[in-house]
């Protein structure tokens, strides 16, 4: 089994042979063990029954440790986990059910009147205790050590507030941060020549992802095409031009704040970041008879085979080549809401490209009862949305460029708010202070009078300094 980069540990390190032991397990490879991997582990041992209450165990706290809570799903959760109980109580020992498996019944009740329990879990404050302890420099006065440089670091804190470009103290920057510029990794790039047909199906991609293509491609807005010319942009003319044959390909790339690699690179790595799934908009028909197709969204999955990353001269856009699974004879969702994939079934040859941005991260665990299928688990978002639209576009794989951010904005790492971002450092519990301008020329030549212009300086008194 490989997990994503980020996502867990390395379990296999922390397997103890001679004990029987998994040793060195941090709190998050708990979670993950009990709410991801568990229920694929036992899909091919004990009987089925046993089986399948375990599941519905770890698909309950699943369900309750996620981002956020469905209200109006809770009371459906507390009678299903109050069966699993009672099926608990028959298939295991009396000793199995003590305080600790009763209290599975009063969480959904918790959830209810406390809110999320990622927001109430003890791991912040452990965190939080490490850091109070490595302040500690004299062990016969620890308190007072904790006091000085708690203060201390407040007062940094505060002063840098006021500080544009500056990061916040006490807080380690990631090494992945999702609001940085997608790039590729350094040392993993070549510049190959492609042939005329690759490009042409990699240009197709980018035009159809542009913002500004959009209103001529759908039939909701044929309006567009009757009025006047306004022109296009100058990122839209340069996409037209296309892009050079010459073709950056990378085996690694950060796109989001997730890395994503080559199905090459992942064979020989302890990680697996080469696969994706994106929901795709495809005509959906009845029969080989139907005259009446149906526009619908369909989820693809598959793994990264090639990362591009085009040059337009003004700017560059990566793209990601994959290969992907026949829908109709490759994928399958069984009895537990599992996702089931066989990866040696491809489909969608022709379409091979999409944009870095529309590809959510996924990874495949080979099934313990068929391996010849894959088991599709996706990995966590690397930060919170702050709003219910920006999830929204998240969970549809909804594409940056569709939404309406311009391509070389995007690309380039071009900051349009950048006077919005400053007013923050401005303070406003001050009183109106008093602006003197002092024009270049006076002050070289000492004197305001050549330039016909009076420059005062009025006494500041210092209580307003």
Known sequence: MKVPDGYSSNIKNLVNETELKLMGLKSHDCHVLMQHLLPIAIRSVLPKNVRECLTHVCIFFNKLCGKELELDKLDASHEHVVKTLCNLEKFFLSSFSDIMIHLMVHLVREARLCGPVWARWMHPF????????????????????????????EDVEFCSEYMA?????????????????????????????VSKLEVDQAQLVVMNNNVEVQPYITNTIIAKLNEPN??????????????????AKHEAYIVRGKRFHTKSRDDTREVQNSGIRIVAETMHFASAKDRNPVLGTMMYYGVIEEIWELNYFAFRIPLFKCSWVDNNVGVKIDDLSFTLVHLSKRGSKNDPFIMARQAAQVFYISDPANDKWSIVLSTPERRFLETKEDEE????????FVAGQP???????????????????????????????????????????????????????????
């Not at 490490?130 to 904790?146: G, Q």
């Not at 306004?230 to 073709?247: K, Q």
Request: glycine share 8%; hydrophobic share 30%; charged share 30%.
């Open 126 to 153: 452990e965190r939080n205790m490490k850091v109070l302890k490595s302040y500690v420099r004299n062990h016969y006065r620890p308190e007072a050590c904790m006091a000085e440089c708690y203060i201390s670091e």
């Open 165 to 193: 470009g500056v990061d916040a103290i006490g807080i380690r920057k990631p090494r992945t941060d999702p609001d940085e510029v997608d790039r590729g990794l350094r040392g993993k790039r070549t510049m190959v020549t």
């Open 230 to 247: 306004r022109g296009v942009s100058d990122v839209l003319s340069r996409i037209a031009l296309g892009p050079t044959f010459a073709v």
């Open 393 to 400: 576009n998240a969970d549809l794989c909804y594409d940056d």
């Open 407 to 465: 391509i070389h904005e995007q690309v380039m790492g071009i900051d349009c708010n950048l006077e919005e971002d400053d007013a923050k450092y401005i303070r406003n519990d001050i009183n109106e202070g008093i602006w003197v301008n002092c024009d270049s020329d006076m002050a070289n030549s000492g004197s305001g009078s050549d330039s016909g212009v009076e420059a005062e300086c009025p006494t500041v008194p210092d209580q307003d300094i």
